[in-house]
């Protein structure tokens, strides 16, 4: 049996990391992070890992302790959180325009490319008394593509031929189309395809898209692929002339 050390996470920033912030951040940013970080980690869940999944619980513990109140400390009266910015991984990859509703006004404020979840959007003199604000970012999941840290996350249907006896594979992207070799018999659980995160922003680095393949009966192999095209474009007529 294994022993166990006290605490699967050395520090809070490595806790931060493996929920995917960039650091300390509002309750409800870390909570919606915790979730979908523990999801994606389930070694039920299509590239979850059983060693990562321990890890994320264990760095939700670790913020959860360090941000609880003494026991002897008085009541304490909090100012109303701010909102939370919630867009998409392509709002975070592309950056663009965002709508945020704050003390009864729609703002239109600009989204720069390569937002992490748990970073803050600065609105100059938006506040009471012309004070800067800071809104709280989160990233969630959509169109199959969610956000973890600097890196993407994705499943790609595979035909389970082509995992058995190996070839090339073309994922889509939201970087268009790539290519990607699979050996025979070593079928990958995950692909790492290099440079297609999260753009370098600050002291983040730039992120990778994971793609996670997903055995399927559904899909055509890519002759079987050609051999449709070739069907569809030959008719008996054109086959006769």
């Known amino acids: 049996m294994r022993a166990r050390s006290r605490s699967e996470v050395a520090s809070l920033s490595e806790a931060h990391a493996l929920l995917g912030l960039s650091g300390p951040t509002a309750e409800p940013v870390l909570t919606a992070a915790f979730r979908a970080a523990v999801k994606a980690a389930h070694p039920s869940a299509p590239g979850g890992d059983a060693d990562r999944f321990r890890k994320v619980i264990a760095a939700w513990r670790l913020i959860q302790s360090r941000d609880r109140p003494l026991a002897l400390?008085?009541?304490t009266i909090?100012?109303?959180s701010p909102p939370v910015v919630a867009i998409g991984p392509m709002?975070?990859?592309n950056g663009g325009r965002v709508a945020v509703r704050l003390a009864g006004r729609t703002l239109d404020v600009r989204l720069p490319r390569g937002m992490r979840s748990?970073?803050?959007l600065r609105l100059r003199g938006a506040g009471l008394g012309g004070a800067d604000v800071y809104l709280p970012v989160l990233v969630r999941a959509a169109n199959g593509i969610s956000v973890l840290g600097d890196d993407l996350f994705m499943d790609c249907p595979v035909p389970?031929?082509?995992?058995?006896d190996g070839g090339r594979l073309e994922i889509d992207t939201h970087a268009g189309p790539r290519s990607a070799w699979i050996v025979a018999g070593q079928a990958p659980l995950r692909l790492r395809l290099k440079g297609?995160?999260?753009?370098?922003?600050g002291g983040r680095a730039?992120?990778?898209l994971f793609v996670a393949l997903q055995p399927s009966e559904d899909i055509p192999s890519a002759a079987e692929d050609l051999l449709v095209r070739f069907t569809r474009v030959w008719t008996p007529d054109r086959l006769a002339a």
């Not at 389970?160 to 058995?164: D, G, I, Q």
């Not at 297609?196 to 922003?201: N, S, T, V």
């Open 73 to 75: 400390a008085g009541p």
């Open 78 to 80: 909090r100012p109303p």
């Open 91 to 93: 709002d975070a990859l």
């Open 118 to 120: 748990g970073e803050h």
């Open 160 to 164: 389970t031929r082509l995992l058995e």
């Open 196 to 201: 297609l995160g999260l753009p370098a922003r």
């Open 206 to 208: 730039q992120g990778h």
